[in-house]
């Protein structure tokens, strides 16, 4: 195991919520995580983010390390869940909502539905 990948690992497996982007939850570099973060901290979700542009190695990694060719990457309980376009159609169709439900994750519900409500 490289030394990027345990990291990934140690840090999927040390938090309910993680976000990988370029960039940080209060300041994304790109559209793709600025929508994803702004999402979550819409839904006032607690999640560690993870800038790949700080560590090319890590920008790599996470990419061999969930088999997906693009960034940003949400992983729920160690779970990957997918990246901006994934992330939208669930938070639309209250998938999101459920996952976080059934996962324990604390979020705002009444955020998520003005999201759903703006975007009818």
Known sequence: MTDANAQIK???DGNDVVLFM???STMPQCGFSSR?????NYMGVQYADVNVLADENIRQGIKDF??????PQLYVKGEFVGGCDIITEMTLSGELDTMF?????DFDKEA?????ESNA
């Open 112 to 116: 998520a539905n003005k999201i759903r």
């Open 66 to 71: 969930s088999d997906w060719p693009t960034i």
């Open 22 to 24: 370029k960039g940080t």
């Open 10 to 12: 140690e840090t999927v």
């Open 101 to 105: 439900e059934e996962n324990g994750v």
């Open 36 to 40: 994803v973060a702004g999402v979550l």
